[in-house]
């Protein structure tokens, strides 16, 4: 698989030193809601009224930290500035999108701040659709008529297909059908991130070989015409074979403690917060990258 352009070279310089012997990463549920978020709005169902806080969902989105420091956050959710004041996000070195649907883009604009911490531009990932979709959505970033006011958001946008190289760390975005538009989860390591999926293309199968942690779409339990239904994620979960799964995009049907007790070993819902270690291998970390 071939390196889609020069991206690596836009990374600013990582917070921590390589280091060969540290292959961890980790990762950082920031959202595990579906797109009304949970509770939903005037909504008293049971879940919506739950106090278990796993119950509470912001809309979708993962923070991984690879060995070196380098921080990536996958998509930028409306509640994006909420979940990094909430989990004070240090940094944000590159931003993965999936696709360009509202609740996976509308905290782009809080992407300034770390512009500020960190003195950069930050490099944004995904395939040329969702890249199209972000210069509509937020034509006034890319308009050079724009009056600087409070700051506009510094961001490149790089078209990615195959693999791609963040400093050290080969990504893979794996394509997934999310009802009849295909767009991007991504394979970082022994770690997939599979949402906003209704079907996963046969071609993409291979490229989720041996991952070992998923966190994988599942909507609800009833059948959802862009999304896995519970059913149809544990289907995906069985046949990819990792030792631990988490479901996320989760809509207010599904009570955490009761779904998660209902649900096979190693399979679980995630939940704002949950956080992970994952092992990066020494081929992923640095052949070719
Ligand atoms: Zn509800
Ligand atoms: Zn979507
Ligand atoms: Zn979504």
Known sequence: MGQSDQSGEHLPNPANPINPTNRQGTLLVLGSGTSHGVPVIGCSCAVCLSDDPR???TRPSVYVTLPDGTAVLIDTAPDFRMQALRHRLPRVDAVLYTHGHADHVLGLDDLRRYNHLQRARIPCYGDAQTMGELRRTFGYIFDQATPAGGGLPEIDLFPVYGSFCLGRTEVIPVPLWHGRRLLQGYRIGSLAYLTDCSAI?????ELLDGVDLVVIDALRHRPHPTHFSVAEA???VQRLGPSRAWFTHICHDLPHAATTA????GVELAYDGLSVTFELTQAVQ???C
């Open 55 to 57: 119950d509470t969902r």
């Open 234 to 236: 544990l289907a995906a």
């Open 286 to 288: 640095s052949a070719t």
């Open 201 to 205: 293309p046969d071609s993409s199968w």
């Open 262 to 265: 209902s649900l096979p070993d």
